[in-house]
C-alpha cells in the first residue's frame, strides 16, 4: 500500500511563498499524482497534477502562481506556491493513482492513495 506524507506548510502572509513536499514510500515512477486542498468547513479542492510523462495541470484559480514538479529517484512530488492569497488557506494533500499515463480529473474519486496534509494558512 502506497504511503504518502506531506510537509512544508505554514503561516505566511499574503504574497508570501511556501514549497509543499508529499514523500512516497515506494517510487513514483508509475503513478500520476495531484494536490487537493481543503479549506475549514469546505469540500476537498484539486489543485494540480502531474502526469507520468511530467505533464501538469492546474486549477485556474492557481494558475501562473503555483508548480507542480516531480523527483521519481526522491520518490517526492513538490507544489512550489508563490504569492499565496487569504484564499489559499486550506490542509494541503497529495494524492497518487497508478498506471494512469494522462492525469486522471481532479475528483477525489479517481484517486486510490493520498496522505493527511498539511496546513497552509495565509494571512496579514
Known amino acids: 500500500q502506497l504511503q504518502l506524507v506531506e510537509s512544508g506548510g505554514g503561516s505566511v502572509q499574503p504574497g508570501g511563498s511556501l514549497t509543499l513536499s508529499c514523500a512516497a514510500s515506494e517510487s513514483l515512477a508509475y503513478y500520476a499524482v495531484a494536490w487537493f486542498r481543503q479549506a475549514t468547513g469546505k469540500g476537498s479542492e484539486g489543485v494540480s497534477c502531474i502526469s507520468l510523462e511530467k505533464k501538469d495541470e492546474y486549477v485556474d484559480s492557481v494558475k501562473g502562481r503555483f508548480t507542480i514538479s516531480r523527483d521519481n529517484s526522491q520518490r517526492t512530488v513538490f507544489l512550489q506556491m508563490n504569492n499565496l492569497q487569504p484564499e489559499d488557506t486550506a490542509n494541503y494533500f497529495c494524492?497518487?493513482?497508478?498506471?494512469?499515463?494522462?492525469?486522471?480529473?481532479?475528483?477525489?474519486?479517481?484517486?486510490?492513495?493520498w496522505g493527511q496534509g498539511t496546513q497552509v494558512t495565509v494571512s496579514s
Open positions: 494524492a497518487a493513482t497508478y498506471g494512469n499515463p494522462l492525469c486522471p480529473a481532479l475528483e477525489l474519486s479517481e484517486w486510490n492513495h
